[in-house]
């Protein structure tokens, strides 16, 4: 190839492609015109690799030449590509079209809903550090001696049997862990590991193997501690009731104490409260249990039942819900059912303030 003939062939092929940017008409044709002329195959790349064939006297003008070609056909291309993104915007400004009156979309932040149980759970840990409780946690598997050893609960106590736990495998030394019964554990590692005076509230997930319409393997509750030298059984009264009127929202709220019986409190006792808390006068409604520290569980902790005494209570969250929200089935908290959701479930902004309103 003589380098006369090789400037006329170059000069054709520029023609030929300044053509087919002229006449693309969309932005994705302009893409693949420049594919095609400046891609790793496109004509650009095709002429460079004919260098090798040229005599040495004619590559540097040709190559020279070539590098010309590319940064003119460049050029054409972007100046072609503004020329059509601007079309394509005017276009999009032209079809596009937004009805300003029609109303705002909610949004995820509007449209969630927090769940009934979630929300019980932020007001009782409200009212609860209002009356100076601090919150505590423990793990949900537990071991045998911190869910019932220390707790005063004896070996044949049917609440250690499988019928109702759920334990895991024995371990090679004998014990064994399981899915703790209750959050009572959380107050023995407190005692434990915290000297008095102690003011805890423990919420958290607990399981037992039972499931109706008013019992299911897994639900959750709120326990209360307080140890110290003073603490009687008037304290626990008190804080009972602040809570009761707290959080049913009500400003007198009739409540009875039962004798019961539990293992790790004597004396122990079941609380029931006025039906008028919620709207229907004339019941009682049971809601937890509650007692003073037993001495042999303030031992097991390494702590001085002659020196130290205190209550504990304990109450069903699940419970506590159906009861103020008006809610008849335990199951369909469990049920992932977006239509109960959106009517039981509470905006993501309803946090529960004493000030603002427990459940405004």
């Known amino acids: 190839m003589s380098s006369t003939a090789t400037g006329s062939d170059l000069k054709s092929l520029e023609t030929e492609l300044l053509a087919g940017i002229a006449a693309a008409g969309d932005l994705p044709t302009i893409e693949q015109v420049r594919v095609g002329v400046l891609g790793k195959k496109g004509r650009i790349a095709e002429l460079m690799q004919t260098l090798g064939k040229l005599p040495p006297e004619e590559r540097k003008t040709f190559g020279q030449t070539v590098n010309e070609l590319k940064g003119r056909v460049t050029d054409a291309l972007e100046a072609r590509k503004a020329v059509l993104e601007e079309a394509a915007l005017a276009q999009r400004l032209a079809n596009e079209r937004t009805d300003v009156t029609l109303p705002v979309r909610l949004g995820p932040v509007a449209e969630g809903r927090i769940h009934p149980v979630s929300q019980v759970y932020d007001e009782c840990i409200e009212i609860f550090a209002d009356l100076g409780f601090s919150v505590a946690e423990g793990p949900d598997i537990e071991s045998d001696d911190l869910n019932f050893t220390k707790l005063n609960i004896p070996a044949e106590h049917p609440a250690r049997q499988e019928h109702d736990t759920f334990y895991f495998q024995p ?190």
């Open 171 to 360: 371990k090679e030394d004998g014990s064994r862990l399981l899915l703790r019964t209750h959050t009572s554990p959380v107050q023995i590692r407190t005692m434990l590991g915290q000297k008095p005076p102690i003011r805890i509230v423990a919420p958290g997930r607990v399981y037992r193997c039972d499931s109706d319409q008013t019992h299911t393997p897994m639900f959750h509750q709120i326990e209360g501690l307080v140890i110290d030298e003073t603490t009687h059984m008037g304290h626990l009264k008190w804080v009972l009731e602040e809570f009761c009127k707290a959080f049913f929202e009500v400003d007198e709220v009739k409540m009875r104490f039962r004798a019961s019986h539990f293992p790790f409190t004597e004396p122990s006792m079941e609380v029931d409260v006025g039906a008028e808390a919620i709207g229907k006068p004339g019941q009682w409604l049971e809601i937890l249990g509650c007692g003073m520290v037993h001495p042999n569980v303030i031992r097991n902790c390494g702590l001085d039942p002659e020196k130290y005494q205190g209550f504990a209570f304990g109450v069903g969250l699940d419970r506590l819900t159906m009861l103020k929200y008006g809610i008849p089935d335990l199951r369909a908290f469990f049920s992932g059912d977006l239509r109960w959701l959106r009517h039981y479930g509470f905006s993501v902004l309803d946090v529960p303030t004493l000030s603002g309103g427990i459940s405004s």
